[in-house]
């Protein structure tokens, strides 16, 4: 077994402090990666404190992860010692059922995720990337290219695929009207990635004081949610609208912006749920739907459009020791846009 150090925290109302773990030795087809950077999910604040239920403590939280190959398995032909790699949500799934078949590892039902899933290989529970180091099958490690930053590349992992997969299963591109709602570290990337993909976008957010940095971002037009005269200018006008908010607020007013057939994809999750006037669907026939993240053929593919059109996050680096005032800050929407650890101040 290897010695590890990580951060954990112990329960639900607990602060994160220093952890020391094993993880397995690098089997025939495994990679170990010496972490570089972190990025901090939001997420990672909802397992730590257990608001979602089902967490297993000690947590070790994190997954994205961005790394150094220090060590790779007799049977390993996709990565060797030194190359730049990552490791996102995922590090297996069953390989087998209909969703691994059509690389959608994603919603398989045996999925194991980066943290707080049961571990087949130790009998605990899987540690995440707040840690010095990590053991993965290859076929679950993403490759880097050295053209992007390591550290701004880390949230890519989850903010980045989190907004791609949907862009792309909806197939947005030039000459669609798209709206995001919320700029925070989902929707700064959902920003960067629907003006990279040519389509015309406008942000809704209850902040005016976003707006410059939303245009810098890649939106053509701000509109602030709260001023409902601006909102009622919008309506039928949008064919995709991808909303990141994770905070209570009413679906059905960005229901009413889109044109038939539009789509309103949901990535942020209210703790609560949210009523919905079905007359927003029927009438004009529009979707409501949700995304998760993506699979691993889609999240190189997302790595390697960031490599060729520079796309990175914009981040705020800190150290281990601030990720509990990092999580305060993130409650109150205190970074731009998000927060990664740099690990070699564990």
Not at 23 to 48: K, N, T, W, Y
Not at 69 to 82: L, P, S
Not at 166 to 172: A, D, F, N, S, Y
Request: hydrophobic share 40%.
């Amino acid at each position: 077994m290897l010695p590890t150090k990580g951060y954990a925290t112990h329960a639900a109302h607990e602060p994160l402090k220093p952890f020391s773990f094993e993880r397995r030795e690098p089997g025939a087809m495994d990679v170990q990666i010496e972490i570089l950077f972190c990025g901090v999910c939001h997420s990672d604040l909802h397992i730590a404190r257990n608001e979602w239920d089902g967490t297993t403590y000690p947590c070790v939280p994190g997954h994205e992860i961005v790394g150094r190959v220090t060590k790779v398995g007799r049977n390993v032909k996709k990565f060797k010692e030194g190359d730049l790699a990552a490791v996102g949500c995922m590090v297996d799934s069953d390989r087998v059922c209909e969703n691994c078949q059509a690389d959608l590892e994603q919603f398989c039902e045996k999925l194991i995720l980066t943290y707080n899933s049961k571990d087949p290989h130790t009998g605990n529970m899987t540690y995440g990337g707040y840690s010095n180091s990590i053991v993965v099958d290859q076929d679950f490690v993403l490759r880097v290219s050295d053209k992007l930053d390591p550290a701004a590349a880390a949230p890519l992992l989850c903010a980045g695929i989190t907004t791609y997969s949907p862009l792309r299963k909806w197939k947005v591109g030039k000459g669609q009207r798209v709206g995001v709602v919320g700029l925070g570290g989902l929707g700064h990337m959902a920003l960067k990635f629907a003006s990279a993909f040519g389509a015309d976008v406008t942000l809704f957010t209850t902040s005016p004081g976003k707006s410059d940095d939303a245009k810098r971002l890649g939106a053509s037009e701000v509109v602030i949610s709260k001023d409902e005269d601006a909102m009622e200018k919008q309506q039928k006008r949008f064919d995709f609208i991808i909303d990141t908010v994770s905070a209570p607020h009413d679906l059905n007013a960005y229901l009413a912006l889109l044109k038939r057939d539009g789509a309103l994809v949901v990535v942020g999750i209210p703790p609560q749920g949210i009523p919905i006037n079905l007359f927003h669907l029927v009438l004009p026939r529009r979707q409501l739907a949700g995304s998760l993240i993506g699979g691993i053929a889609e999240t190189q593919e997302m790595l390697d459009f960031c490599a060729d059109r520079g796309i990175t996050c914009d981040i705020e680096l800190i150290s281990i020791d601030k990720i509990n005032e990092a999580y305060e800050r993130m409650l109150k929407s205190d970074v731009k846009y998000r927060f990664v650890i740099d690990m070699a101040s564990l």
